[in-house]
C-alpha cells in the first residue's frame, strides 16, 4: 500500500484547510487509517483515526475542529480541519493497517500545514 498525503499550505488563524490521503490497493478499506502530525522540534503525535467501520477517534485538542472521513471507494481519507490555530503548524502524516505492538505499518510522506496568527 502507498499513501500520498496532499492539501496542505499557508492558512490565517480562524482559517480552513482539507487534507487527503489517498491510497493504492484494493485492501485499503479494511484499514484503520490515522492522521498524525509533528511540528518543528516536537515528536510525532497522533491527531485522529477511522477506522473500517467509520467509527472515528480524535486527540483533545483537536475533537470539535477537526473531522476525519473516508471513501472507500475512492480509497482516500480525508481530515476536514476548521478554525485553525498557529499550535497547529505542523507536517501532518497519514497512516493505514494498525496493527497492534506495532503501530502502523504504512505511511505517507507528509504534507505541511502552515497556520499564521
Known amino acids: 500500500v502507498q499513501l500520498q498525503a496532499s492539501g496542505g499550505g499557508l492558512v490565517q488563524a480562524g482559517g480552513s484547510l482539507r487534507l487527503s490521503c489517498a491510497a493504492s490497493?484494493?485492501?485499503?478499506?479494511?484499514?484503520?487509517v490515522g492522521w498524525f502530525r509533528q511540528a518543528p522540534g516536537k515528536e510525532r503525535e497522533f491527531v485522529a483515526t477511522?477506522?473500517?467501520?467509520?467509527?472515528?477517534n480524535y486527540k483533545v485538542p483537536v475533537k470539535g475542529r477537526f473531522s476525519i472521513s473516508r471513501d472507500n471507494a475512492k480509497n482516500t481519507v480525508d481530515l476536514q480541519m476548521n478554525s485553525l490555530k498557529p499550535e497547529d503548524t505542523a507536517v501532518y502524516y497519514c497512516?493505514?493497517?494498525?496493527?497492534?505492538?506495532?503501530?502502523?505499518?504504512?505511511w505517507g510522506q507528509g504534507t505541511l500545514v502552515t497556520v499564521s496568527s
Open positions: 477511522i477506522t473500517s467501520g467509520g467509527s472515528t
Open positions: 490497493g484494493r485492501t485499503f478499506g479494511s484499514y484503520a
Open positions: 497512516a493505514a493497517d494498525y496493527q497492534a505492538g506495532m503501530g502502523y505499518k504504512y
